[in-house]
């Protein structure tokens, strides 16, 4: 649920944690957009879009050199930290290369996310701000989880996770439509059905774990992580009462993603007919990188011509959809989105990541 980046050029912003009081919309009218002059006063200088991921309590921003992350501890304070990215397309160029660059993000993602959740769920849980000042991070590569919640833990989680979304969206809808197999002799209506069963799951799936009351805190962030790239994206203060005026759908979210993955799906699947049901699962889960692969360069068209008829039609439902999955976030969960943001820049424009973090005081 968090939001795909392109990253160009990297530009820092204030330092870290703080939102002092500089009008940046009335800076970027006086200097005419020179950029230096608006980083000179500390204002943000959005050169290149930022992606980001509502966590536990917490939310986590990425940059070009960099991702950060910041969580709201029980005791009211925000933990924050960063970490230095080494990109894998910058070693080997050609996984920059058109299809293979969108399953590289997807792989990237999952693996960035995943460390972010881990590291966030022992931070949320961790009142005191000396243990998280002095080190829940082993090195700067390696988030390391202090005792409470273990990387093993988190690796058990994540294949239950797997194995259940496997079962859920893969193998469910296409027992059913297995089952009806007479009724949709076409391959292409056979797949469709398919693929439509699979959106109903998914929407409902979002609509019921969107009642729970800590998933609900985690949709309030995965706005304020919206909010605050608006805002940072606009060129306005860092603050909780400027970010807060924007709304909390993006076009740029992972949500929107999954489901053009969705329907993408629905259209590469069709080659495959109709085989036994084994064959067809096979057939999903050896296909997932391809269909993730098209449907990032469907995104990325989409986002770099926004004003378009096409784009708007492809962007428009996952606008929609991000309904469910964002909430009105609060002044202090902006706070923190803001605290993972300025983390970003400040590494971004050349300062040293910080992987064993620091605590900030709350603003209150």
Known sequence: MGLMSEHKNATGGQAAGHTHAVDCAATQRAVGGDSATQHAVGCPVAEHSVGGQAVIEGVMMRGKRSWGLAVRQPSGVIARHSFALDPVGDRYPVLKLPVLRGVVTLVDSLVLGMKALGLSANLSLDGDPETAEAGDV????????????????MAATFVVAIGLAVVL???VPLAVVKYFEQTFSNPFVFNLVEGLIRIAIFLAYVGAISFIPDLRRVFEYHGAEHKVIHAYEAGEELDPAHAGRFTTLHPRCGTA?????MVMAIIVFSIVGKPSLPLLVLSRLVGIPIVAGLSYEVIRFAGRHK????????????????????????ADQIEVAIAALM??????????PDPRGMVLPSAK
């Open 307 to 330: 004003d378009g008829v096409i784009s708007k039609v492809v962007l428009w439902p996952g606008l929609k959809l991000q309904r469910l999955t964002t909430r009105e976030p609060s």
């Open 257 to 261: 993603f999954l489901l053009v993955v």
């Open 169 to 171: 969206f893969v193998v």
């Open 343 to 352: 983390e970003v820049l400040r590494v971004d424009a050349g300062g040293e």
């Open 138 to 153: 082993e090195s700067a590569a390696e988030p390391k989880a202090p005792a409470g919640l273990g990387w093993k833990e």
